[in-house]
C-alpha cells in the first residue's frame, strides 16, 4: 500500500507539492491561532519552508532544498519564478487605484521613504558581512523590505540562491517583528485611527506583518494598513531591482 502511494505521488509531483503546502498552511494557521495571531500563519509557514529546505539540502548534499528530494520534487516548480511572479501580479490585479488614494500623500511618501531605509539598511547590513557586490547588496536589500522584494531582485539581478535565501530570511524576521511589536508601539505611534494606519502600513511595508499587528490592536485598522502594506510589496518589486541597483552600482561597482 505504501509502495502505492509512494509511486502516485512521485508521478505527480506538483499536485504532491500542493498537498504538501496546503498541509503546511492549514497547520501554520492553526499555530497561529494560539498565539492570537500575533504571529501570522504565513510567517510561520515561511519558517517551516526555510527549515525544510535546510533539511533537504543537508540530507541530500545538494543545491536545490526539499525539492532535491524525489518525493518532493514539484517544490521546485511551484516555488518557481513563474508560480511566484504570477502570484505577485495576481495580487497587484486585486487593488484598486481609487483606495490607494485614500491614503492621501502622507501614504505615498510613507512608500517612498521606508523603501529607501530598508534597502539602505539591508545592504548596509550585507556589506557590513561580506556581501560586497551591489546585486548581493540589492537583493540583501530587498530583503529588508519584504521577503518578496529580496527573492524578485535576487531572481531579475542573478543572485545566488545562497544571498536569495539571506533576503527571505531577512524578511521574515522583519515580518514578525512588526506583529509582536505592534500593540505594543500602537499607544505610542498613535495608531487608533485609519490616516494613521494607513501610513503605518506604509512604513512597515509588510503585508502579513501590518495586518497581524493590526488585528491585534485593532481589527477596524487591519484594511487602511493593509492596503498602503499591499503596494509596498509592488513598488518595491519596480525600484529595487533597477533604481536601487543602479544607485548600489554607481556607489560601489
Known sequence: MLDILSTALTKYPLITAFVVVGIIMW??????RLTNNRIHGSAIAIVCGLVLAYIGGTVTGEKHGISDVPLFAGIGLMGGSMLRDFAIVSTAFGVKMEEL??????GALALVISMILSTIIGAMTAYAFGYTSPVDMATIGGGAATFIVGPVTGTALGASSEVIALSVAAGVVKSISVMILTPFLAKTAGLDNPAAAAVYGGLMGTTSGTAAGLAATDPRLVPYGAMTATFYTGFGCLVVP???YMVLVALFG
Not at 488614494?101 to 502622507?106: D, F, I, N, Q, S
Open 27 to 32: 497547520a501554520s494557521y492553526k499555530v497561529a
Open 101 to 106: 488614494k485614500k491614503a492621501g500623500l502622507p
Open 242 to 244: 533597477s533604481i536601487g
